[in-house]
């Protein structure tokens, strides 16, 4: 049996070990042993705390112990903190319903977990709608590391917190000595052309091909922190840890994260051109489509850090590119799409503001002149449209005199009703 982990490899060893011990108990124990067993273990399970809560305004998520999609029956036996995949999305749905939750903490103090339910427990904090950030008490590992990525901003409560440990392991669990105690034979048949779908770990060529399949794990754990944290799928590889864990200052030198609290006191990155703040790149966006070729990114401090922490960083278009390559080209492109949905918007505004107003001529001199509406052109369309109600008026109050002279005067209706009948026969 094999699960794969995104997890520290202390840890790791730690839950394995514990799992092992389970499979002895398990063989040792007699069936009414193991029935009391199991029933002890769903007790404690059902009877994990929630750690969720919401004071003003903010809701804090807690993401703690071994992550799974299901609580591990290792964790309850042994007295461990564990949270589940499932009871942070529940967690996360409730915040962004509940109308009174302005802002989303996630908690964390993880190991890591099972690779299992992290990608989609990624994905879901990704697409919040609400701001959302990070705060790592002791540890976030590997799986954790996956998630906490996924916020606006990472901010370590300690400078001792343990960061990173990017990469996957597997365990595999060989029973195959306890099943030659127990007289335990196993045969196994594969079907024609699915030779992989039982690999034999104690050959060469099976530990190479459960390798593989790791490594397309790891690919899609350092895309998801390069997504994330807003860096190249390089920098991830090289900078990051390369698998191991990087204490609090590291991690912040290399832009894994975005503040380490020392006391009461943020400390920031500074004489840093790494941009990986999800809303620096949004404050970069406009200028990096502007005219000028340098400009400024204002790093703000967190909340209660004091104007001082204050960052202002001013390079030109070219080095941003070079320093931030997949950056760039993402806020290129998004600025691209949105130039053209907004001159749509432009061209559209000018077209429907001179067919109503009957200031046609004018809306097609502004658009090729490149103007917005501006508080003089609206008002420019404004007095053309209510020059164009009265000359409408007059021209309707026009007809219906002419109509009602017509009407009253039989001569005109007479030789009206003859023209018509001339036409008809020339028509004939």
């Not at 399949?213 to 990051?240: N, P």
């Not at 003089?376 to 164009?388: C, R, V």
């Not at 005199?401 to 209706?413: D, L, R, S």
Request: glycine share 8%; proline share 2%; aromatic share 4%.
């Amino acid at each position: 049996m094999s699960r794969f982990f995104a997890m520290e490899e202390r840890e790791l060893e730690k839950i394995i070990s514990l799992h092992n011990d389970l499979e002895k108990i398990k063989a040792e124990a007699s069936k009414k042993d193991i029935q009391e067993i199991t029933a002890i273990i769903k007790s404690e399970i059902e009877n994990m705390g929630d750690l969720f809560e919401i004071k003003d305004g903010i809701a804090h998520i807690p993401i703690v112990g071994e992550l799974s999609e299901k609580p591990a029956m290792s964790a309850s036996l042994f007295g461990n903190d564990q949270t589940t995949f499932g009871s942070i999305i529940d967690n996360i749905n409730k915040a962004e319903n509940d109308p009174f939750v302005e802002k989303v903490i996630f908690e964390i103090d993880s190991p890591g977990g099972t690779v299992h339910g992290t990608d989609q427990t990624a994905m879901a904090i990704r697409a919040m709608a609400k701001p959302k950030e990070t705060h790592i008490h002791n540890m976030a590992a590997s799986a954790s590391f996956w998630l906490a990525a996924q916020t606006d901003k990472i901010i370590a409560l300690t400078p001792t917190a343990e960061i990173g440990s990017i990469g996957i392991s597997a365990e595999i669990i060989d029973t195959s000595e306890a099943d030659k105690k127990n007289g335990i034979v196993t045969h196994k048949i594969i079907s024609t052309g699915a030779e992989k779908k039982s690999i034999d770990i104690t050959t060469q060529n099976g530990r190479s091909e459960l390798k593989e399949r790791l490594d397309e794990v790891h690919d899609i754990f350092v895309q998801r922190v390069a997504e994330g944290r807003g860096v190249s799928e390089k920098m991830v590889r090289d900078d990051f840890g390369k698998g191991g864990l990087v204490i609090a200052s590291k991690a912040l030198e290399v832009g894994m994260i975005d503040g380490i609290m020392d006391g009461n006191n943020l400390i920031t990155a500074k004489n840093s051109k790494k941009v990986t703040n999800q809303k620096v790149e949004n404050d970069i966006l406009d200028e990096l489509n502007a005219q000028g070729d340098h400009f400024n990114i204002v790093t703000e401090p967190a909340e209660g850090a004091g104007k001082n922490n204050e960052e202002v960083i001013n390079m030109t278009k070219d080095e941003f590119r070079t320093q931030n390559p997949d950056l760039y080209n993402q806020i290129y492109n998004e600025g691209k799409q949105a130039g053209i949905e907004n001159e749509r918007d432009r061209v559209a505004a000018h077209l429907t503001m001179g067919e109503t107003s009957g200031a046609m001529e004018a809306a097609i001199n502004h658009i090729k002149a490149g103007d917005g509406l501006t508080l003089a052109i609206n008002a420019e369309y404004t007095a053309a449209a209510m020059n164009k109600g009265d000359l409408d008026k007059r021209a309707k109050d026009e007809a219906k005199e002419v109509q009602t002279e017509t009407e009253t005067n039989p001569v005109a209706k007479a030789k009206e009703i003859a023209e018509e009948v001339i036409a008809l026969r020339k028509g004939a």
